[in-house]
Nanobody, 122 residues
Framework: VQLQASGGGLVQAGDSLRLACAASGRTFINMGWFRQAPGKEREFVAA????????YYAEFVKGRFTISRDNAKNTVYLQMNTLKPEDTAVYYCAVGNGIMSAISTQSTYHYWGQGTLVTVSS
């Protein structure tokens, strides 16, 4: 299984970006996004279950970010609006078959993308 993430870049505060991550091979129950800011640990951002309707977000992105998936394309998206400088990080997509209650737990994700850098200037 390989994950290919795209869509990162340099934007100004208040702008939007859309990340995409295409998975090759198998499909997975959970598709998610995590991020790692400079000097910080990697953290959960958002995830979506196979049905496409069950979505979970970290508190700090609720109302600004939207996750979605296209099962036919085996692709997960992250629409990021009203970006803030503190959103600057490398964003990683990941896939796994963990239970719903552990959807934000990194260890339940089996495969990870290479990361795409998002830089938000003030």
């Amino acid at each position: 299984v390989q994950l290919q993430a795209s869509g990162g870049g340099l934007v100004q505060a208040g702008d939007s970006l859309r990340l995409a991550c295409a998975a090759s091979g198998r499909t997975f129950i959970n598709m998610g996004w995590f991020r790692q800011a400079p000097g910080k640990e990697r953290e959960f951002v958002a995830a979506v279950r196979r049905d496409g309707s069950s979505k979970y977000y970290a508190e700090f992105v609720k109302g600004r970010f939207t996750i979605s998936r296209d099962n036919a394309k085996n692709t997960v998206y992250l629409q990021m609006n009203t970006l803030k400088p503190e959103d600057t990080a490398v964003y990683y997509c990941a896939v796994g078959n963990g239970i719903m209650s552990a959807i934000s737990t990194q260890s339940t994700y089996h495969y990870w993308g290479q990361g795409t850098l998002v830089t938000v200037s003030s």
